[in-house]
């Protein structure tokens, strides 16, 4: 029975993929990275000796900005609007778990975002190429750290969209997505706000997502090595939180009502 | 030794939470009973808003009960190994818009743990059952409404399940998409499988059904063999007459006189019978049809639900 | 009808650009202020865009090139106010931003009409720069130079150029660069190695242009010096001072055309025996 289920959820993360590969906004995305990219190429010109730089920041901005909106876009649009649309009617009466469903879902929106990332990354080093350089290890961990952040943002719009409607959770997984960028801000809400008792702003800071933490792009900028455990680490607070999130939106889709 | 029930529910009760801020409850099922028996098409009636789809819907696991038990093919609601032997078809499914029959049938089959090669089978044979060859690569976007049902209905056959479970199956089709579904119902229960749909267009279910179970507000009103809900009158005839004027005809055994544009609808008591027949025989008239009055599913339905008293001959919609 | 529709566009346009007239004749005066004002300082720009901070500080160093240039070159009054606001936006979001520091304070320090001619901020930039990036030499070294050419101040100069001396990976040169400048009549010597240094660590453009020419000045005031020598040398062999610079020449003690690197003929003061840079040369100054 345990090969049964993996197939299952196979044959439904491969599905999942097939329709973000026919979901045309996906690839004006994809064009617009990849266009801000190749512009790294011009705006080089308009400095001094800053090419390399400026073509990994940009491209590496790139690849935060837009795959982060691929992230939330396809987070949320593939199960409110399954959702919402009763497409998953028929398929639950089938042997079908809801967690299979979930997971399944879930694992097909990751390798959606591989393979974009992938194709972003390939750009970026295309254009590097163009200007005679080429990546170094620590872009490639950057680029590692970026992945595991739109597999959170991914994570947060299932439990959001299984929760609530689809705009809701759109305008709720982009505000945790921003907010989680200013972490640093949150642990150090006493300077703004002297009176923020002590325990709410822990709470606050370990609850929201810590975007800052998958933020290697100085580092990658600078040729600064990364050092392995920085990115063990990484992956062990992503692969922690992206479980609690799909745990979370599982119990919400294992006992809710599909009316 | 009777077969066990494919289908049984006992007390099943499900309601619905209302409102924002004070939430009622609002009750949509209350307490149902219902027994499905193997090769009988079996139809589940109401008006709208009654309970059926959401019946259907709890049968599935689409919603979850407050009360109840199930037993689907003398298992247990929660054993998944009877939902490789059921099929199921939503009332107006929503299909992947962006996959082509073929794929949506492939895909389902995976989920039944079909070999790619059942699954390719499968798909095209159901495919040209149902008259959707020419567009089995196209996808389900262009596809108009009946070709739709079509689809799902494909997608509910795709594991050739013993029990066959439809919600308002004919919605939306063309005569030329009800024939096709009725041939096909009637196709699943000479197989030996047994069919439950639910309908509200009444022709068909007094057409198909062996048993059918009644709804209202949530409850059952009434369940078993079409001859037993609708009463027959075994006092009177029916008579259609056509060439006559039949409102010349004077005979007190005719108790009902109905023009229906050229024809006339009459009814006799069944001892004058022969009287009436030569009468409209002698006034130059043509006898059509003579048969036991029976209570349409119609007029049970408006008798029993609220309603005016019998409409004309010919089903309604 | 398809003309009434591109008549009411048309008429529409129009009254939209006359709107926009009145605005901005209206309007014109409020923004006679100080443009700096409307720039916001650098840790705001740094709240607002976390995780994209190094992109940003590209971001606004390109615009601080562009600024730089476009004063210099379109201005009508080069102003140059936001300068150090955009070079500090800059380093407060990227602080290991090297290029920022070194060129923005050459930008900020170079007299006009070669830059912004505020020195004292062109080295506050540096500063910062070396509290940053304490293990950098050239941050230290340009903050030499930089002290010395624009402030004149030979010992603070040196100070700063021995620290920078001790930094790792400095070249050896940075120490007697800075014993020079403390010994008298060391400091041309000083200075040139200063702008030689400039002129080969600096990209094509306005920084390495301006390097040429400050090497070519001394130069000139080399070969000013050297004449000067020889006439003396003149002096002491006939007794007497040369009425012009063409005795010298008849002399046979200076070769060659009496002219300095860009072609002028030098100028001789026959009363006081000196020679000097013509004040129609390019490469003269006061």
């Given at each position: 029975?345990?090969?049964?289920?993996?197939?299952?959820?196979?044959?439904?993360?491969?599905?999942?993929?097939?329709?973000?590969?026919?979901?045309?906004?996906?690839?004006?995305?994809?064009?617009?990275?990849?266009?801000?990219?190749?512009?790294?190429?011009?705006?080089?010109?308009?400095?001094?000796?800053?090419?390399?730089?400026?073509?990994?920041?940009?491209?590496?901005?790139?690849?935060?900005?837009?795959?982060?909106?691929?992230?939330?876009?396809?987070?949320?649009?593939?199960?409110?609007?399954?959702?919402?649309?009763?497409?998953?009617?028929?398929?639950?009466?089938?042997?079908?778990?809801?967690?299979?469903?979930?997971?399944?879902?879930?694992?097909?929106?990751?390798?959606?975002?591989?393979?974009?990332?992938?194709?972003?990354?390939?750009?970026?080093?295309?254009?590097?190429?163009?200007?005679?350089?080429?990546?170094?290890?620590?872009?490639?961990?950057?680029?590692?750290?970026?992945?595991?952040?739109?597999?959170?943002?991914?994570?947060?719009?299932?439990?959001?969209?299984?929760?609530?409607?689809?705009?809701?959770?759109?305008?709720?997984?982009?505000?945790?997505?921003?907010?989680?960028?200013?972490?640093?801000?949150?642990?150090?809400?006493?300077?703004?706000?002297?009176?923020?008792?002590?325990?709410?702003?822990?709470?606050?800071?370990?609850?929201?997502?810590?975007?800052?933490?998958?933020?290697?792009?100085?580092?990658?900028?600078?040729?600064?090595?990364?050092?392995?455990?920085?990115?063990?680490?990484?992956?062990?607070?992503?692969?922690?939180?992206?479980?609690?999130?799909?745990?979370?939106?599982?119990?919400?889709?294992?006992?809710?009502?599909?009316e | 030794?009777?077969?066990?029930p494919v289908l049984k529910a006992v007390g099943l009760s499900k309601s619905y939470?209302v409102?924002?801020?004070?939430?009622r409850l609002r009750p949509a099922l209350q307490g149902l009973d219902l027994e499905v028996r193997?090769g009988e098409i079996f139809g589940y009636l109401g008006p709208n808003g009654s309970g059926k789809t959401t019946t259907l819907k709890l049968l599935m696991?689409l919603l979850?009960a407050?009360?109840g038990?199930?037993?689907?093919?003398?298992?247990?609601?929660?054993?998944?190994?009877?939902?490789?032997?059921?099929?199921y078809l939503p009332e107006n499914p929503?299909?992947?818009?962006?996959?082509?029959?073929?794929?949506?049938?492939?895909?389902?089959?995976?989920?039944?743990?079909?070999?790619?090669?059942?699954?390719?089978?499968?798909?095209?044979?159901?495919?040209?059952?149902?008259?959707?060859?020419?567009?089995?690569?196209?996808?389900?976007?262009?596809?108009?409404k009946g070709?739709?049902q079509?689809?799902g209905l494909?997608?509910?056959?795709?594991?050739?399940?013993?029990l066959l479970i439809l919600d308002e199956p004919m919605s939306g089709l063309d005569p030329v998409g009800r024939r096709l579904v009725r041939d096909l119902i009637l196709?699943q229960k000479?197989?030996?499988?047994t069919v439950l749909f639910s309908t509200h267009i009444l022709p068909d279910a007094e057409a198909l059904c062996d048993r059918v179970a009644v709804l209202r507000g949530g409850r059952l009103l009434d369940a078993g063999p079409l001859s037993q809900i609708l009463k027959l009158d075994v006092s009177h005839m029916e008579l259609l007459a056509a060439g006559l004027d039949a409102a010349r005809l004077e005979d007190p055994a005719i108790r009902v006189r109905q023009a229906l544009g050229e024809r006339w609808r009459l009814e006799v008591e069944e001892r004058s019978l022969?009287a009436v027949v030569?009468a409209v025989?002698?006034?130059?008239g043509r006898i059509l049809a003579v048969q036991p009055i029976r209570q349409s599913l119609e007029d049970y339905f408006f008798k029993e639900l609220g309603g005016g008293s019998a409409g004309p001959w010919g089903g309604a919609d | 009808?398809?003309?009434?529709?591109?008549?009411?566009?048309?008429?529409?346009?129009?009254?939209?650009?006359?709107?926009?007239?009145?605005?901005?004749?209206?309007?014109?005066?409020?923004?006679?202020?100080?443009?700096?004002?409307?720039?916001?300082?650098?840790?705001?720009?740094?709240?607002?865009?976390?995780?994209?901070?190094?992109?940003?500080?590209?971001?606004?160093?390109?615009?601080?090139?562009?600024?730089?240039?476009?004063?210099?070159?379109?201005?009508?009054?080069?102003?140059?106010?936001?300068?150090?606001?955009?070079?500090?936006?800059?380093?407060?979001?990227?602080?290991?931003?090297?290029?920022?520091?070194?060129?923005?304070?050459?930008?900020?320090?170079?007299?006009?009409?070669?830059?912004?001619?505020?020195?004292?901020?062109?080295?506050?930039?540096?500063?910062?720069?070396?509290?940053?990036?304490?293990?950098?030499?050239?941050?230290?070294?340009?903050?030499?130079?930089?002290?010395?050419?624009?402030?004149?101040?030979?010992?603070?100069?040196?100070?700063?150029?021995?620290?920078?001396?001790?930094?790792?990976?400095?070249?050896?040169?940075?120490?007697?660069?800075?014993?020079?400048?403390?010994?008298?009549?060391?400091?041309?010597?000083?200075?040139?190695?200063?702008?030689?240094?400039?002129?080969?660590?600096?990209?094509?453009?306005?920084?390495?242009?301006?390097?040429?020419?400050?090497?070519?000045?001394?130069?000139?005031?080399?070969?000013?010096?050297?004449?000067?020598?020889?006439?003396?040398?003149?002096?002491?062999?006939?007794?007497?001072?040369?009425?012009?610079?063409?005795?010298?020449?008849?002399?046979?003690?200076?070769?060659?055309?009496?002219?300095?690197?860009?072609?002028?003929?030098?100028?001789?003061?026959?009363?006081?025996?000196?020679?000097?840079?013509?004040?129609?040369?390019?490469?003269?100054?006061?």
């Open positions: 029975m345990g090969r049964g289920r993996l197939s299952r959820i196979l044959a439904v993360a491969a599905n999942t993929f097939r329709e973000t590969v026919r979901e045309r906004v996906l690839y004006n995305l994809v064009f617009f990275a990849l266009l801000m990219t190749l512009s790294g190429l011009l705006l080089a010109q308009l400095s001094i000796r800053q090419d390399e730089k400026i073509i990994k920041d940009l491209g590496l901005a790139a690849m935060d900005l837009f795959g982060s909106m691929i992230a939330l876009f396809i987070g949320v649009s593939l199960v409110s609007k399954e959702i919402e649309r009763r497409s998953l009617h028929p398929l639950l009466a089938k042997p079908l778990g809801r967690d299979e469903f979930f997971l399944g879902k879930f694992f097909g929106l990751a390798f959606t975002l591989f393979v974009n990332t992938s194709a972003m990354a390939a750009g970026l080093f295309l254009t590097l190429l163009a200007t005679g350089r080429s990546a170094n290890l620590g872009l490639v961990g950057a680029i590692y750290t970026i992945f595991l952040s739109l597999l959170l943002v991914v994570a947060l719009a299932m439990l959001l969209s299984s929760v609530t409607s689809p705009a809701l959770s759109a305008i709720g997984t982009l505000g945790l997505v921003i907010v989680g960028r200013f972490s640093d801000v949150i642990r150090n809400m006493r300077e703004v706000v002297p009176g923020a008792p002590d325990w709410l702003v822990k709470i606050l800071y370990y609850a929201i997502p810590n975007f800052r933490n998958f933020d290697f792009k100085e580092q990658a900028a600078y040729g600064d090595p990364i050092p392995l455990s920085a990115l063990g680490q990484v992956t062990l607070y992503a692969a922690f939180y992206v479980g609690l999130a799909l745990a979370a939106g599982l119990a919400s889709f294992r006992s809710r009502d599909f | 030794m009777e077969a066990p939470k409102g924002h801020i004070r939430r193997r696991g979850r407050d009360a038990e199930v037993q689907v093919l003398g298992r247990p609601w929660l054993d998944p190994a009877w939902r490789y032997q059921v099929g929503y299909l992947y818009d962006y996959l082509t029959p073929r794929e949506y049938l492939d895909y389902v089959g995976r989920l039944f743990g079909l070999s790619s090669r059942e699954r390719a089978e499968r798909g095209r044979a159901l495919l040209e059952r149902l008259g959707l060859s020419h567009v089995a690569a196209v996808p389900l976007r262009r596809f108009s070709m739709l079509r689809v494909a997608q509910a056959l795709v594991n050739d399940p013993e196709e000479a197989a030996g499988k022969g030569r025989e002698a006034a130059g | 009808m398809k003309w009434r529709d591109g008549l009411l566009v048309l008429g529409l346009g129009a009254a939209m650009v006359a709107a926009q007239v009145w605005l901005d004749q209206s309007r014109g005066s409020l923004t006679a202020g100080d443009p700096s004002l409307y720039l916001w300082t650098g840790t705001q720009v740094k709240r607002m865009v976390p995780g994209f901070e190094g992109l940003f500080a590209d971001i606004y160093w390109l615009r601080t090139v562009q600024y730089f240039g476009g004063q210099r070159a379109f201005a009508q009054n080069q102003r140059f106010e936001l300068l150090y606001p955009l070079i500090d936006i800059t380093i407060t979001l990227d602080p290991r931003l090297e290029i920022a520091y070194r060129y923005g304070a050459t930008f900020l320090a170079e007299p006009r009409p070669v830059g912004a001619g505020e020195a004292e901020k062109g080295i506050a930039i540096l500063e910062r720069g070396v509290a940053a990036l304490p293990d950098n030499w050239r941050l230290r070294q340009d903050l030499g130079f930089l002290t010395y050419l624009f402030l004149h101040d030979a010992e603070r100069a040196a100070r700063i150029l021995d620290e920078a001396a001790d930094t790792p990976g400095a070249p050896y040169w940075l120490r007697t660069l800075a014993a020079d400048l403390l010994v008298k009549g060391g400091e041309r010597q000083a200075a040139r190695r200063m702008w030689r240094q400039m002129y080969e660590q600096a990209e094509e453009g306005i920084i390495k242009e301006n390097a040429r020419r400050q090497l070519r000045q001394l130069d000139a005031l080399e070969g000013a010096d050297a004449l000067t020598a020889l006439v003396a040398e003149l002096t002491r062999r006939t007794g007497r001072k040369p009425a012009s610079l063409a005795d010298l020449e008849a002399s046979g003690l200076a070769r060659g055309a009496l002219v300095d690197p860009s072609g002028t003929p030098y100028e001789y003061d026959s009363t006081t025996g000196k020679v000097r840079v013509s004040q129609r040369s390019v490469l003269w100054r006061p």
